[in-house]
């Protein structure tokens, strides 16, 4: 971007100022004087959907590119799963159980961050990008945080409100109206994905970017599902492809880990296996 001396027009900030600093009369406070770009309830018409789309869509990607993510490792996973500190506060006991993944999500984003920082890249690629909430998500941020690293939160915005984490790197923390345009930031440089036990959400996630790979409309990247029996219980896998539904070799998509040190292997073995 040019600095603001060698620019040849003004700023669009400069003329928002100066569209402003005008005296008050019928034909300037009318909503129709206002500067397109700088007026809200014109952009949030519904006739500014595809405006809205692709700004939601170009934002992040802009600012992922000036702070220099090269590539990410995601992490799906449930925002009640809780940490271990917090376990005995739930009211579920499965959920209670299921807290030893929160660990383990900490565990493995650590792991993925210090190894970034160790390589030539600057701690640039593979960072980790959650979901910026809480539960799984927050302890993906954390695990990358407490090892001197970088991660991004895509947050969206819910009924009741999602708070980011505050692991979360605040120049990566990212919100979005458009479920869909976050999905495609999870994905655009993902360069692993691991899920953990969740819910809707967490399966939302899961069968698009499975279908994604299937399809062939992403490459194959390590598939990671922590929690065997968590998924196996959840979903007949086995089931899908006895029926024809799905192929065998679909269940080669992804593999299943119990821990962060099975998941690195995983990733570390990936086209080895393939």
């Known amino acids: 971007m040019a600095n603001d001396e060698s620019r040849l027009f003004p700023h669009a900030h400069q003329d928002i100022e100066t569209a402003r600093d005008v005296p008050d009369t019928p034909q300037t406070v009318s909503p129709a004087y206002r500067l397109a770009f700088a007026d809200s309830d014109f952009l949030c ?44 506060r739930v009211g579920s006991e499965t959920l209670a159980e299921l807290s030893r993944y929160y660990e383990e999500a900490r565990e493995f984003a650590r792991i993925v961050t210090e190894r970034s920082a160790a390589d ?63 999905k495609m930031h999870f994905l655009m440089r ?45 979903v007949n896998w086995e089931a899908l492809a006895e029926a024809g539904t799905i192929s065998p070799d679909d269940l080669e998509i992804f593999r299943f880990v119990e821990t962060a040190d099975e998941a690195v292997a995983v990733m570390d073995g990936w086209s080895q296996d393939r």
């Open 45 to 88: 018409r519904d006739d500014l959907r595809p405006v809205r789309l692709q700004l939601e869509l170009l934002k992040p990607e802009l600012l992922m590119e000036e702070y220099g993510v090269n590539s990410t490792v995601v992490l799906f996973g449930g925002a009640r799963i809780p940490s271990p500190e917090q376990q005995d």
């Open 190 to 234: 993902a360069a692993a994905i691991a899920v953990f036990p969740g819910g809707f959400g967490t399966l939302d996630e899961l069968f698009e970017t499975l279908t994604l790979i299937q399809t062939g409309r992403m490459r194959p990247v390590p598939f990671i599902l922590f929690g065997s029996d968590f998924w196996k219980r959840i």
């Open 120 to 182: 030539s890249s600057d701690g640039k690629e593979h960072v980790i990008v959650t979901g910026g909430g809480p539960g799984v998500m927050e302890a993906g941020n954390r695990g990358a945080a407490e090892a001197g690293g970088v991660s991004i939160g895509l947050n969206i915005v819910l009924p009741h409100e999602q708070m980011p984490n505050e692991y979360i790197t605040p120049d990566l923390n990212f919100n979005f109206h458009y479920f869909a345009i976050r």
